[in-house]
């Protein structure tokens, strides 16, 4: 799955670090999504597209 994850966290200028604090998961856990390795769970996403005030479908997308 495809996202949009890394733009979003360097256009606030946050470090990996300080996203999976807001988060409350690992930076291993960022780095994983950001790579593309781990696709976040469901609730997780929702998470992610809160934090950002996004649709999931806005930061995630099937490839």
Do not use: C, H
Not at 34 to 57: C, H, N, Q, V, W
């Amino acid at each position: 799955m495809k996202n949009r994850l890394k733009v979003l966290r360097a256009e606030r200028d946050w470090s990996q670090a300080d996203l999976a604090e807001r988060l409350k998961v690992s930076r291993q856990s960022v780095n994983a999504i950001e790579t593309g390795k781990y696709d976040p769970s469901l609730p997780l996403a929702f998470r992610i597209a809160e934090l950002f005030d996004m649709a999931i479908e806005e930061i995630f997308q099937r490839e």
